[in-house]
Structures are given as structure tokens and as C-alpha cells.
């Protein structure tokens, strides 16, 4: 026994000695683009000199700071290696010291910052700093070199985007839902003037670098929204020394883009401007068809329509950033939106009874002018701590915005086409609308860890939004009336005030390297204020609590599993044609439509359970879905006496949508990718609270591939399909639709320039179209835009390119996200 302690007396005392010998190497591993620590990055030192005696090769892996310990047998040179999911690899001959004080401390640790590489449809796991996470819901799709939108709008990249669908009026739905939050560079896009049909048709594509799409957002994010939140990014450059570029296009029938973006370092300050231009000649059309079934008589209406628009848009962003002794970082930006708009529709009306003995016509011809005016402005302040994982923001937004619009409508009719189906029988209508709006929103915004494994997080925020319109509408008896009588049935003023104030806190804790989890609550107080032209008001004050929640599994490097939980709100809108206004819209006088000042709003239920498996071979990722309903907001369709239908709103009962979302990308060779996403959900609307029999259910689903082949060195091809299918609404079904896209692209020069042509709708198959059925009406509504439109493009990258995108052709594909998230 005591020999057995003199043994093992001395084996301590070797081991000790050992210990003592060896070097302690501590570094940190930093994303140089957002200045975060990176976790489980793996580390490995190699031995340089193979004289020296020692381990040849050395590992270990960083913590959730970022920080990584490795202790070495002897001082040397050694090369120095770090890889980490979503970068490239890092290498560098470093040297240890044979004094500790030389070598790197707890107090001041050697910096090591790695680049982002090119990762094809990698779903953002998002683990944001620390023990934060938004979940695998959250998807950030690279925008910037995809040939489909080069000279393209917002509405193009939005077409692009998998599990993201529009109408012909430019309203977004996600994964089929249409109650979507659109965010420019985190802020409401409405702040920055695109609002209204087909918004996104003023902002150019050049300036925008990725879209972030979270289809399940928790507490951190405004709760408006049922369908998810989706954020464009513009370019900055921020990463870079001075950089830029400018791009000019030329569409088929009268159509040009212009637009540049430039960044500039000064100092500590960093500018940055994106400024853009367009000019657009818009062909469009459409066809309604109705079947009448009144107790007393059957008779069909036809409609045929033809329309040109011609559109002007200028918009330009300027902002800087300005770090002061690395504690804060201020921020400034200034930015408007201006356009204008000339069109002209003609539309032809057929009236006729069922067996042919009795029919009617009328010709309508409008033209239509309006201008738009929109400035807004920002101011931020980020306090930044020693440890990368804390922070404090505050952000504070303002925008003032002017609209205007004059619609001229003039009727010729036969003498017995029925007078309800136009203003009154006169000969001209005249609608003269003016508006302005005031916004504001600030909010504020707390990352706090607590040790290594625990994050909390907290913030508040307030928005404010008045707006003013005022429509006077103006009739002449006919065509050779030399005044017009003022028409009070459809002159009206709204006055809106709408508040949302809000707070919350999430917290997250890592339980092991495995299991990860996040809880949430929000609260939301919105109050809505409408005065209208009969000096009614309407008030009304919506309070709610909103819970998240997501848990993550990570069983391995590659593959994780999360389930998460939210509770959404879908507000209804108190503006001039909102769902809330009472207001009637009598653009079209035998189509008329309003809001419902009793509307309730909407809450959902989201649960979503996701999966995703990355590999060098590309990714693959599915998630089911349900979403629950109650008091779903809802279009509503009936007849008056007279034969015209209003379109207004009702709350049905509910609505239940059960989903399933796959994303895949997969890199069939070195010269040729495929990408792959799809969405099918099966839903049931119950609306017997409003007729005893309207219970909608139904299938409905949409896909989108796309085939990239890197034909040549510096040339690409990239050829798109997309198809929705078939699905139930509220009184009846939207049918399927489908089109094809190409696009080719050239480089030369270093890639400074590049040339791309693309085609949009190679076929004119995207037309639009919709059933509704009602006991005493039937409809079938369908409507067009231009098709086969031809784009030649032109862009030139001036100062220091983005090494990411002097690599290998990355169009549409998905990166990781782990930076913060992009709003409340």
C-alpha cells in the first residue's frame, strides 16, 4: 500500500510538472462582418517546425463567446486553423512565447475574425448570439447576383422568394396567408412610401441585397401580421473600403431602369446612398363574368377591360454611421420617394337576360393621374459593451408623406343599360382624392446575457400613424355641360389616428450543445380613431398578450429539429379603403366596395415544426404547420336589390390551414444547381356565423424550381418555373396559375461588368383568376398584366468587390443568419 502511494505520489507530480510545462493559447473568433463571436467554430494548431518534439496537431473548439483555450507543449510556430459552418476557413502561422505575459490573456485575447462563405440553401438556424435563437422559420435568400431581377422591382425579388406568392395587385402572401409585415432595413415599409397596389413596383432590385423571411416571428417582433414578417435588405457595403455600383437597364415597349449604390469610409464614419429611377409602360386587362339569380328575374352581366399605365418613380437613401471610441455607434439616414402615374382604361359592359330577349351595353373610358410624395428620416444610437453578446439600442423614425389623384370617367350607354351600373346616368365622373400622412415609431431594444447559457432580452416601442384624405367627387350631365354639380353621395373625408404601443421580453437558454429553448411574451395596446365625413367616429382599443416559444434540437453538425409557438394579431385597417373604413369606394359604380367599422380582429395560433439537413451536397429542409383562426377577417360578396355588388367585410368564424413546406437546394455537379421549394396546406373556413351554409374547405398549394448552369467560366443560365395551385376563399376559389422565366448573364472584364437579358412569362400564362358564389349571384373574375417582357442590363462594380461575389455563381441561394434581428 505505501509502495502503491510513492507511485502514485510521483505519476502526480510527472503530470504536474507536465502541465506546468506546457503553454496556454487563448484567442477569440469573431464574424468579421458583424464584429459577433462565433460559437463551436472548431480550432486545430499544426506543429511547423517537425523538429521539435510535441503533438503534431492540437484541437479544440470555441465557447459561446467565441473563445478557445488550447494548451501547447513548448513555444513555436504553428499554423493555425479555423473552420466554422457558413464560413470559409481561416489559416495563419502564428507564434508562442515561451514567457505567458507574451502570449495571449483572459484580459486582452488575440482577435480572429472569418469571412462568410457561399452556402446554398442553408435555413437560418439562427442562434443569435449567445443563447438567443429565432428558430430554423427564419430564412435569408440572397437576392443580389439572381438574374431574375437584374432591372427588376421589389415586386420581382418578391417573386422570387420561395414560399411567397403575389396577386395581381402586388399583395404578398407567405405560405398562402396574405396578412404579411413588409419591412425595408427593419422599419415598416409604409414609413418609406411604398404602400398601396403594387408598392413594390417603385423600388428598384439593385438596391437590395437579401430578403429575410421568419414565417413564425416570436415576442421580439410586432405582432401584426398573421402570415410572418418579410425584410429587404438594401446594400451598404459596410464590410468594405470604398465600394459601389451602377446599373442601367432597357425593357421591351418603353421601359428603363437607372440606379447606383455607393459606400464610402471616412474615418470612423461610414457613408452609404442608394439612389434609383425608373420609367415603365404597363399593358393590362381583364374580364368579369356574373350570373344574376334574383327571385324575380336571371340575367348575366359581362365586363371586358383593356388599360395602359404609364409610371415614373425616383427614390434615394442616403445614411451614415459613425462609431465613437468602439462604445457607441450613431446612426443617420435620410431618404425619399417620389412618383407619378398616368393611365387610361377602357372597359366595355354587357347586359342581357338569360334566354337573349333583353340586353344592353355601355363603354366606359377612364383616365387616371396621380403623384406620390414621401420623406422620411432615422436616427440610432447602439451602446456597445467588452462582451460582444450585450448590447442597448434605441431607434426613432419619422415620415411625412403628400398623395394625389384625379380620376375622369365618362360613360356612353345604350338607353336601356340600368342606371345603377353607372353615377347616376351622367355623362362624367370626376374623382379629385388628396391625402397626407404622419408617422413615427420608436423603440428601444436590451440584449443582456446571463452566464454562458442564459440570455434575456427586452425592449419597447411606439408607433404613431395619422393620415388625412379628403375625396370631392364632381358630375357632368353630359358631354356638352360647360359646369359640374358637386356629388356629395361620393365625396367624404377619413381621419385616422392610429397608435400601437408594445413591450417584451424573451428568454433563452442553451441546455447543452443539443437542446436550446426560448420563451416569450409581449404585450400590444392599439388604439384606432376614424372620423368620417357624417362627423361619426369610431373608436375602438385592442388589447393583447402574445406568447412565443421554440425549442431546438441539434443532434448533430447539420441537422436540427425545432418546434415553435406564437400567437398573431391581424388588426383590421381604419384607412381609406381599409377593411375598418365605412367609406364607400365607387371607383367602379357597379362594383362598389367598403370596410365594417364593427370588425374585429383576427388571432392565430401558429405551431410549426421544422427540420433542415445541410451537407456539401446543398441542404434540404421541410416543416409542418398548422395555423388557427378565430374571427378570421374575410371579404364578403352580395348583390343589392338593384343588381350591384358590394364587396365588404365580415368575421367568419374561423379558418384552419394544416401545411407542409419543403426548401431544396441541391448541387447536382460543379457547374449546375437546382432549387426547389414547395408549399401544399389543406384549409376549412367556417363562416355559418354569416350564412348557414358557408363552409369552405379545400386543398391549395404553389411551387417554384430553379435550374442554374454555370455555361461558360463567366457566364450563367438560370431558367425559373413557377405554379400555384388551385384554393378555397371565403365564398368560393382562387384557380392555379403558372409561367416560366429566363435569364442569361455575361462577365467581363474582372467581372467589373456584367451584361444580363432575362424574359419574364416566356408563355403569357400568368393571368389571374377567381370563383365566387353566392345564392344569388355567380362570379368569375379575371385579370392580366403585360407578359414576355425583355430586359438588357448593364452593371458596373466599381472600388473593392465583395470577395463573395467574385466566387461562383450564387443566385437565389440561402445563407445562415446568425446577426440580430431586424425589428419589433
Same mark, same amino acid.
Given at each position: 500500500?505505501?509502495?502503491?502511494?510513492?507511485?502514485?505520489?510521483?505519476?502526480?507530480?510527472?503530470?504536474?510538472?507536465?502541465?506546468?510545462?506546457?503553454?496556454?493559447?487563448?484567442?477569440?473568433?469573431?464574424?468579421?462582418?458583424?464584429?459577433?463571436?462565433?460559437?463551436?467554430?472548431?480550432?486545430?494548431?499544426?506543429?511547423?517546425?517537425?523538429?521539435?518534439?510535441?503533438?503534431?496537431?492540437?484541437?479544440?473548439?470555441?465557447?459561446?463567446?467565441?473563445?478557445?483555450?488550447?494548451?501547447?507543449?513548448?513555444?513555436?510556430?504553428?499554423?493555425?486553423?479555423?473552420?466554422?459552418?457558413?464560413?470559409?476557413?481561416?489559416?495563419?502561422?502564428?507564434?508562442?512565447?515561451?514567457?505567458?505575459?507574451?502570449?495571449?490573456?483572459?484580459?486582452?485575447?488575440?482577435?480572429?475574425?472569418?469571412?462568410?462563405?457561399?452556402?446554398?440553401?442553408?435555413?437560418?438556424?439562427?442562434?443569435?448570439?449567445?443563447?438567443?435563437?429565432?428558430?430554423?422559420?427564419?430564412?435569408?435568400?440572397?437576392?443580389?447576383?439572381?438574374?431574375?431581377?437584374?432591372?427588376?422591382?421589389?415586386?420581382?425579388?418578391?417573386?422570387?422568394?420561395?414560399?411567397?406568392?403575389?396577386?395581381?395587385?402586388?399583395?404578398?402572401?407567405?405560405?398562402?396567408?396574405?396578412?404579411?409585415?413588409?419591412?425595408?432595413?427593419?422599419?415598416?415599409?409604409?414609413?418609406?412610401?411604398?404602400?398601396?397596389?403594387?408598392?413594390?413596383?417603385?423600388?428598384?432590385?439593385?438596391?437590395?441585397?437579401?430578403?429575410?423571411?421568419?414565417?413564425?416571428?416570436?415576442?421580439?417582433?410586432?405582432?401584426?401580421?398573421?402570415?410572418?414578417?418579410?425584410?429587404?435588405?438594401?446594400?451598404?457595403?459596410?464590410?468594405?473600403?470604398?465600394?459601389?455600383?451602377?446599373?442601367?437597364?432597357?425593357?421591351?415597349?418603353?421601359?428603363?431602369?437607372?440606379?447606383?449604390?455607393?459606400?464610402?469610409?471616412?474615418?470612423?464614419?461610414?457613408?452609404?446612398?442608394?439612389?434609383?429611377?425608373?420609367?415603365?409602360?404597363?399593358?393590362?386587362?381583364?374580364?368579369?363574368?356574373?350570373?344574376?339569380?334574383?327571385?324575380?328575374?336571371?340575367?348575366?352581366?359581362?365586363?371586358?377591360?383593356?388599360?395602359?399605365?404609364?409610371?415614373?418613380?425616383?427614390?434615394?437613401?442616403?445614411?451614415?454611421?459613425?462609431?465613437?471610441?468602439?462604445?457607441?455607434?450613431?446612426?443617420?439616414?435620410?431618404?425619399?420617394?417620389?412618383? @407619378?402615374?398616368? /393611365? =387610361?382604361?377602357?372597359? +366595355?359592359?354587357? *347586359? $342581357? #337576360?338569360? &334566354? %337573349? @330577349?333583353?340586353? /344592353? =351595353?355601355?363603354?366606359? +373610358?377612364?383616365? *387616371? $393621374? #396621380?403623384? &406620390? %410624395?414621401?420623406?422620411?428620416?432615422?436616427?440610432?444610437?447602439?451602446?456597445?459593451? $467588452?462582451?460582444?453578446?450585450?448590447?442597448?439600442?434605441?431607434?426613432?423614425?419619422?415620415?411625412?408623406?403628400?398623395?394625389?389623384?384625379?380620376?375622369?370617367?365618362?360613360?356612353?350607354?345604350?338607353?336601356?343599360?340600368?342606371?345603377?351600373?353607372?353615377?347616376?346616368?351622367?355623362?362624367?365622373?370626376?374623382?379629385?382624392?388628396?391625402?397626407?400622412?404622419?408617422?413615427?415609431?420608436?423603440?428601444?431594444?436590451?440584449?443582456?446575457?446571463?452566464?454562458?447559457?442564459?440570455?434575456?432580452?427586452?425592449?419597447?416601442?411606439?408607433?404613431?400613424?395619422?393620415?388625412?384624405?379628403?375625396?370631392?367627387?364632381?358630375?357632368?350631365?353630359?358631354?356638352?355641360?360647360?359646369?359640374?354639380?358637386?356629388?356629395?353621395?361620393?365625396?367624404?373625408?377619413?381621419?385616422?389616428?392610429?397608435?400601437?404601443?408594445?413591450?417584451?421580453?424573451?428568454?433563452?437558454?442553451?441546455?447543452?450543445?443539443?437542446?436550446?429553448?426560448?420563451?416569450?411574451?409581449?404585450?400590444?395596446?392599439?388604439?384606432?380613431?376614424?372620423?368620417?365625413?357624417?362627423?361619426?367616429?369610431?373608436?375602438?382599443?385592442?388589447?393583447?398578450?402574445?406568447?412565443?416559444?421554440?425549442?431546438?434540437?441539434?443532434?448533430?453538425?447539420?441537422?436540427?429539429?425545432?418546434?415553435?409557438?406564437?400567437?398573431?394579431?391581424?388588426?383590421?385597417?381604419?384607412?381609406?379603403?381599409?377593411?375598418?373604413?365605412?367609406?364607400?369606394?365607387?371607383?367602379?359604380?357597379?362594383?362598389?366596395?367598403?370596410?365594417?367599422?364593427?370588425?374585429?380582429?383576427?388571432?392565430?395560433?401558429?405551431?410549426?415544426?421544422?427540420?433542415?439537413?445541410?451537407?456539401?451536397?446543398?441542404?434540404?429542409?421541410?416543416?409542418?404547420?398548422?395555423?388557427?383562426?378565430?374571427?378570421?377577417?374575410?371579404?364578403?360578396?352580395?348583390?343589392?336589390?338593384?343588381?350591384?355588388?358590394?364587396?365588404?367585410?365580415?368575421?367568419?368564424?374561423?379558418?384552419?390551414?394544416?401545411?407542409?413546406?419543403?426548401?431544396?437546394?441541391?448541387?447536382?455537379?460543379?457547374?449546375?444547381?437546382?432549387?426547389?421549394?414547395?408549399?401544399?396546406?389543406?384549409?376549412?373556413?367556417?363562416?355559418?356565423?354569416?350564412?348557414?351554409?358557408?363552409?369552405?374547405?379545400?386543398?391549395?398549394?404553389?411551387?417554384?424550381?430553379?435550374?442554374?448552369?454555370?455555361?461558360?467560366?463567366?457566364?450563367?443560365?438560370?431558367?425559373?418555373?413557377?405554379?400555384?395551385?388551385?384554393?378555397?376563399?371565403?365564398?368560393?376559389?382562387?384557380?392555379?396559375?403558372?409561367?416560366?422565366?429566363?435569364?442569361?448573364?455575361?462577365?467581363?472584364?474582372?467581372?467589373?461588368?456584367?451584361?444580363?437579358?432575362?424574359?419574364?412569362?416566356?408563355?403569357?400564362?400568368?393571368?389571374?383568376?377567381?370563383?365566387?358564389?353566392?345564392?344569388?349571384?355567380?362570379?368569375?373574375?379575371?385579370?392580366?398584366?403585360?407578359?414576355?417582357?425583355?430586359?438588357?442590363?448593364?452593371?458596373?462594380?466599381?472600388?473593392?468587390?465583395?470577395?463573395?461575389?467574385?466566387?461562383?455563381?450564387?443566385?437565389?441561394?440561402?445563407?445562415?443568419?446568425?446577426?440580430?434581428?431586424?425589428?419589433?
Amino acid at each position: 500500500m505505501k509502495n502503491f502511494k510513492s507511485c502514485f505520489c510521483l505519476l502526480a507530480f510527472i503530470l504536474t510538472l507536465n502541465t506546468y510545462s506546457q503553454i496556454s493559447f487563448k484567442g477569440l473568433v469573431v464574424d468579421n462582418l458583424k464584429e459577433e463571436p462565433v460559437r463551436e467554430a472548431a480550432i486545430s494548431l499544426m506543429l511547423v517546425d517537425n523538429n521539435k518534439k510535441g503533438n503534431s496537431l492540437l484541437k479544440s473548439i470555441t465557447s459561446d463567446k467565441g473563445i478557445f483555450d488550447i494548451l501547447v507543449p513548448s513555444a513555436g510556430k504553428y499554423r493555425l486553423t479555423i473552420r466554422a459552418f457558413g464560413f470559409s476557413p481561416f489559416t495563419k502561422i502564428i507564434e508562442t512565447k515561451e514567457k505567458p505575459g507574451q502570449n495571449s490573456s483572459e484580459d486582452k485575447l488575440l482577435i480572429y475574425k472569418i469571412s462568410r462563405g457561399d452556402i446554398e440553401l442553408q435555413e437560418a438556424q439562427v442562434i443569435s448570439r449567445g443563447a438567443m435563437l429565432n428558430g430554423l422559420d427564419r430564412k435569408v435568400y440572397n437576392v443580389s447576383d439572381d438574374l431574375q431581377v437584374s432591372s427588376g422591382t421589389g415586386t420581382d425579388i418578391l417573386r422570387q422568394v420561395p414560399n411567397v406568392s403575389l396577386d395581381i395587385d402586388g399583395n404578398v402572401a407567405l405560405r398562402g396567408d396574405e396578412n404579411v409585415t413588409i419591412l425595408i432595413d427593419g422599419r415598416p415599409a409604409a414609413m418609406m412610401g411604398y404602400r398601396g397596389q403594387n408598392a413594390f413596383d417603385r423600388l428598384p432590385s439593385g438596391t437590395i441585397e437579401r430578403v429575410e423571411v421568419i414565417v413564425n416571428p416570436g415576442a421580439k417582433f410586432d405582432a401584426q401580421g398573421t402570415g410572418g414578417i418579410i425584410n429587404l435588405v438594401t446594400k451598404k457595403g459596410r464590410e468594405l473600403p470604398f465600394n459601389g455600383s451602377i446599373q442601367a437597364g432597357v425593357g421591351t415597349r418603353d421601359k428603363y431602369d437607372l440606379g447606383g449604390s455607393i459606400s464610402i469610409p471616412v474615418g470612423q464614419i461610414r457613408i452609404n446612398t442608394n439612389i434609383g429611377a425608373s420609367y415603365r409602360n404597363m399593358l393590362g386587362g381583364g374580364a368579369t363574368d356574373r350570373t344574376y339569380k334574383m327571385i324575380d328575374t336571371s340575367y348575366s352581366y359581362e365586363e371586358r377591360s383593356n388599360s395602359n399605365r404609364e409610371d415614373l418613380n425616383y427614390n434615394a437613401q442616403f445614411g451614415l454611421d459613425w462609431e465613437v471610441q468602439k462604445k457607441y455607434l450613431l446612426g443617420f439616414s435620410i431618404g425619399t420617394s417620389q412618383g @407619378s402615374r398616368n /393611365s =387610361w382604361d377602357s372597359t +366595355n359592359f354587357k *347586359n $342581357k #337576360s338569360i &334566354d %337573349n @330577349s333583353d340586353s /344592353s =351595353w355601355a363603354l366606359q +373610358n377612364t383616365i *387616371n $393621374k #396621380s403623384a &406620390d %410624395n414621401n420623406q422620411n428620416m432615422s436616427f440610432r444610437f447602439e451602446r456597445k459593451f $467588452k462582451e460582444k453578446t450585450k448590447k442597448w439600442t434605441a431607434d426613432l423614425r419619422v415620415s411625412n408623406s403628400t398623395d394625389n389623384n384625379i380620376d375622369n370617367s365618362i360613360f356612353e350607354l345604350s338607353p336601356n343599360y340600368p342606371i345603377a351600373f353607372t353615377y347616376d346616368g351622367v355623362y362624367q365622373e370626376d374623382f379629385n382624392v388628396t391625402g397626407n400622412g404622419l408617422r413615427a415609431n420608436f423603440q428601444t431594444d436590451v440584449e443582456w446575457p446571463i452566464g454562458d447559457k442564459t440570455k434575456i432580452d427586452y425592449g419597447l416601442r411606439s408607433n404613431w400613424r395619422n393620415t388625412f384624405e379628403n375625396q370631392e367627387a364632381y358630375q357632368f350631365e353630359s358631354s356638352i355641360s360647360s359646369s359640374s354639380k358637386y356629388d356629395t353621395l361620393r365625396s367624404f373625408i377619413t381621419d385616422l389616428k392610429n397608435q400601437v404601443h408594445a413591450g417584451y421580453v424573451t428568454l433563452g437558454h442553451a441546455f447543452s450543445e443539443k437542446w436550446k429553448g426560448q420563451l416569450g411574451l409581449r404585450y400590444e395596446h392599439a388604439i384606432i380613431y376614424i372620423k368620417t365625413s357624417d362627423t361619426s367616429n369610431i373608436n375602438r382599443v385592442i388589447p393583447g398578450l402574445f406568447p412565443s416559444a421554440y425549442l431546438t434540437y441539434s443532434p448533430k453538425k447539420g441537422t436540427n429539429f425545432q418546434f415553435s409557438y406564437s400567437l398573431r394579431v391581424n388588426r383590421p385597417d381604419g384607412r381609406w379603403g381599409g377593411n375598418l373604413n365605412p367609406n364607400i369606394d365607387y371607383s367602379n359604380p357597379s362594383g362598389l366596395r367598403k370596410g365594417n367599422p364593427e370588425l374585429d380582429p383576427e388571432f392565430t395560433h401558429s405551431f410549426d415544426f421544422s427540420a433542415v439537413q445541410y451537407g456539401r451536397w446543398g441542404s434540404i429542409s421541410g416543416s409542418f404547420y398548422n395555423k388557427r383562426t378565430v374571427n378570421m377577417m374575410s371579404r364578403f360578396i352580395e348583390p343589392l336589390p338593384d343588381g350591384v355588388v358590394m364587396v365588404s367585410w365580415e368575421n367568419f368564424n374561423s379558418r384552419d390551414n394544416y401545411g407542409l413546406s419543403t426548401n431544396m437546394n441541391v448541387k447536382l455537379n460543379k457547374n449546375i444547381r437546382m432549387q426547389i421549394s414547395g408549399d401544399a396546406f389543406y384549409s376549412i373556413i367556417n363562416g355559418r356565423n354569416i350564412v348557414s351554409n358557408l363552409n369552405q374547405g379545400g386543398f391549395g398549394w404553389q411551387g417554384r424550381s430553379n435550374l442554374m448552369i454555370q455555361t461558360f467560366r463567366d457566364q450563367q443560365l438560370q431558367v425559373s418555373y413557377s405554379q400555384w395551385g388551385a384554393g378555397p376563399s371565403g365564398q368560393g376559389l382562387r384557380k392555379g396559375i403558372h409561367f416560366f422565366n429566363a435569364a442569361y448573364k455575361l462577365n467581363f472584364m474582372k467581372k467589373r461588368f456584367s451584361l444580363s437579358a432575362r424574359i419574364s412569362d416566356i408563355f403569357n400564362t400568368r393571368k389571374f383568376r377567381y370563383l365566387q358564389y353566392t345564392d344569388r349571384i355567380d362570379i368569375d373574375f379575371m385579370r392580366f398584366r403585360e407578359s414576355r417582357i425583355a430586359w438588357l442590363t448593364l452593371q458596373y462594380n466599381f472600388g473593392k468587390m465583395d470577395q463573395k461575389s467574385r466566387g461562383r455563381y450564387n443566385s437565389g441561394s440561402y445563407s445562415r443568419e446568425s446577426g440580430n434581428q431586424i425589428g419589433m
